[in-house]
C-alpha cells in the first residue's frame, strides 16, 4: 500500500510541512509538493471530467480536524436558484478533474451529520458562472448563462461527507480563487461559506496546465481576496492531493455550531 500523504492548509505550511496518515487508501499517491518537484502537470488529466472512472477512492480526511464552527460568509451574486442533485457538476465543460469532498460535523465533538444538503457553486475556467445571475458573473455570455454547470448538491451519507466531481475553477478579476458552499438541515440553512486553494497550487496549475495556462497571470492571492481576512485564509483552505488516476482530491471538514 503506497503511503499517502496530505497537505496542510496554509501557503507556508505547503513548502515546509507534510504529514503521513497511518490509514492510507489504495489510489492516493503523492503530496502537492511532492507534485511540484517530481510529477509533470502533463501526468493530469485535462479537458474535463469525461474520462474519470465511475470509482474513486473514498476521500480521507484530516485525522483531527479542526470541526470549528465554519464562518459565514456572504452568498454572493452568482448564486442561482433550483440547483439539482448530482454527482458531476461538470455539464460536459473543460478543466482538470477535481473531486471536492466535504465533511459536515458538529462542531462540538465533531459528529457526523447524515442528511445534510450540500451545494456548492464556482466559476469556470475561465472564471466565468453559469445562470441567469448578476452580469459580472457572465458578461456578454449568453451561452453561459442559459447553462447550468459547476453547480450542484448533494445529501450528506451516514459519515456526513459529500462528493462532487468537478473541475479545478479559474480565477476572475478581484477574487482569490474559490468554491461557494451552502448547507441545509431540513431546509433550513445553516451556512453560507466559500473556501479557497493554496496560492502555491493556483499558481502551478495556473502557469503550467493546459486547460489554464493561455490566460494572463491572475491578480488577487488568497491574502488579498477582500472576502477573507489574513487570519482566516489558512483555516478556510482545501486540503488537496493527487488521485493516481491523474485527477485532483479536495477535502474540507465543515462545522456546524447549531442544528434545527
Not at 466559476?123 to 466565468?128: E, L, M, N, T, Y
Not at 459519515?159 to 480565477?171: I, K, R, S
Amino acid at each position: 500500500m503506497k503511503r499517502r500523504t496530505v497537505v496542510l492548509q496554509g501557503a507556508a505550511m505547503l513548502a515546509s510541512t507534510i504529514v503521513a496518515l497511518p490509514f492510507a487508501r489504495k489510489g492516493m499517491t503523492q503530496s502537492i509538493p511532492g507534485l511540484l518537484h517530481d510529477r509533470p502537470l502533463s501526468d493530469l488529466i485535462s479537458g474535463g471530467t469525461a474520462g474519470v472512472p465511475d470509482t474513486l477512492p473514498a476521500p480521507v480526511f484530516r485525522a483531527e480536524p479542526q470541526c470549528a464552527v465554519t464562518l459565514n460568509k456572504m452568498l454572493g451574486p452568482c448564486h442561482t436558484n433550483d440547483v439539482p442533485i448530482r454527482d458531476d457538476v461538470t455539464e460536459g465543460v473543460t478543466g482538470l478533474p477535481m473531486r471536492v469532498s466535504l465533511r459536515v460535523v458538529e462542531a462540538a465533538g465533531c459528529k457526523p451529520i447524515e442528511n445534510a444538503d450540500v451545494e456548492i457553486w464556482h466559476a469556470d475556467v475561465r472564471g466565468v458562472y453559469s445562470g441567469r445571475t448578476a452580469g459580472m458573473c457572465n458578461p456578454d455570455d449568453e451561452a453561459a448563462r442559459n447553462a447550468g454547470f459547476l453547480r450542484g448538491r448533494q445529501i450528506t451519507d451516514a459519515d456526513g461527507v459529500a462528493n462532487f466531481l468537478t473541475v479545478y475553477p479559474g480565477w476572475y478579476g478581484g477574487r482569490a480563487p474559490h468554491i461557494h458552499l451552502r448547507v441545509l438541515i431540513d431546509s433550513h440553512e445553516l451556512l453560507i461559506s466559500q473556501l479557497l486553494f493554496d496560492d502555491a497550487l493556483n499558481d502551478m496549475i495556473y502557469g503550467q496546465h493546459a486547460d489554464y495556462a493561455n490566460r494572463p497571470p491572475r491578480g488577487t492571492t488568497n491574502d488579498r481576496d477582500f472576502v477573507f481576512s489574513r487570519s482566516e485564509v489558512e483555516r478556510f483552505t482545501f486540503d488537496v492531493q493527487t488521485l493516481d488516476i491523474g485527477i485532483l482530491q479536495a477535502s474540507y471538514t465543515i462545522g456546524l455550531a447549531t442544528r434545527t
